[in-house]
């Protein structure tokens, strides 16, 4: 089992950069594929970010890609996504998700969860 706890949310101004972080306990991340995810009022879940655990490959959905970077750090048990340059449309809660084998963006792929951390962009 997994548990992950995201942090680092808040508010900020449009053009502006936040750093969320990931960590997990009861097992180690070392193995798992980590992904990022983000909801925002009244939308689905939707895919933002993930990495691998071999080969550290990342993929972004489009209108993040340049903005934002995954990252791991194995050590720490920790996963990171740094977003530059935000923009309104970027409000959502963001959640971080693990899974041994999927790298999919499709949520239903991926078995662990955190809680989530409310990320808000004002204009």
């Known amino acids: 089992q997994v548990q992950l706890v995201e942090s680092g949310g808040g508010l900020v101004q449009a053009g502006g950069s936040v750093r969320l972080s990931c960590s997990a306990s009861?097992?180690?991340?070392?193995?798992?594929?980590m992904g990022w995810f983000r909801q925002a009022p009244g939308k689905e879940r939707e895919f933002v970010a993930s990495?691998?655990?071999?080969?550290?490959?990342?993929n972004y959905r489009d209108s993040v890609k340049g903005r934002f970077t995954i990252s791991r750090d194995n050590a720490k048990n920790t996963v990171y996504l740094q977003m530059n340059r935000l923009k309104p449309e970027d409000t959502a809660v963001y959640y971080c998700?693990?899974?041994?084998?999927?790298?999919?963006?499709?949520?239903?792929?991926?078995?662990?969860w955190g809680q989530g951390t409310q990320v808000t962009v004002s204009s």
């Open positions: 009861g097992r180690t991340l070392s193995r798992m594929n």
């Open positions: 990495i691998r655990w071999a080969v550290l490959s990342t």
């Open positions: 998700a693990a899974d041994p084998s999927s790298i999919s963006t499709m949520t239903f792929s991926w078995d662990y």
